[in-house]
């Protein structure tokens, strides 16, 4: 999947202009979850806005040494918040701000593929509430992921050894491990 997680850094990067043109401040840090924003004392400063990535893949085996995957890929959109962002409070101008933020991620995202990964349709969305002075928004997607590496392991045999014992010379001296 790194692959993929390349391509969504590459495409935000390109996408930049869309969040300038409307007075949103581009994606600045793109990184693997971690939970980073949960626990911020464990791991270096980040710049905001953030996207993390995660992905859960289910495998099945194909003819021809290839596995066809069922992939769900969430981007956690990390923002910082001044202030409460609820519908009816005197932020409704952040509260838009921050929906647009959703919508441009999103609309950057929606379709991205690779030669080994189908285009990425949304699923889900849903919000965090949980961390103070941050606005954290999750949206999920899904794609099919064709894997054939499993051919570079064809010649590879896994065994265990009991005993092994080594012979040889080194220089004039003879050795036995």
């Not at 850094?9 to 600045?28: A, H, I, N, T």
């Not at 693997?32 to 949960?38: E, H, N, V």
């Not at 202030?83 to 952040?94: D, K």
Request: contains cysteine; hydrophobic residues 35%.
């Amino acid at each position: 999947m790194l692959q993929i997680y390349n391509a969504i850094k590459d495409r935000l990067k390109e996408c930049e202009s869309k969040f300038k043109v409307q007075g949103l401040s581009p994606v600045m840090h793109i990184d693997y979850d971690k939970g980073q924003y949960l626990r911020p004392q464990d791991f270096e400063i980040f710049p905001m806005p953030a996207v993390f990535y995660t992905y859960n893949i289910t495998w099945q085996d194909r003819p021809g040494k290839t596995q066809l995957g069922t992939a769900t890929i969430d981007l956690k959109i990390v923002i910082p918040t001044s202030s409460s962002i609820a519908m009816n409070s005197a932020t409704l101008s952040e509260a838009e701000k921050v929906l647009r933020y959703h919508l441009t991620v999103h609309s950057c995202i929606h379709g991205l593929k690779s030669p080994s990964v189908s285009g990425l349709r949304r699923t889900q969305e849903s919000d965090d509430p949980s961390p103070i002075g941050l606005h954290i928004h999750t949206i999920s997607y899904t794609c099919e992921v064709t894997d054939n590496s499993t051919h570079l392991l064809a010649d590879y045999v896994d065994a265990q050894v009991d005993d092994l014992v080594i012979q040889g010379r080194i220089g004039a001296k003879n050795f036995q491990i």
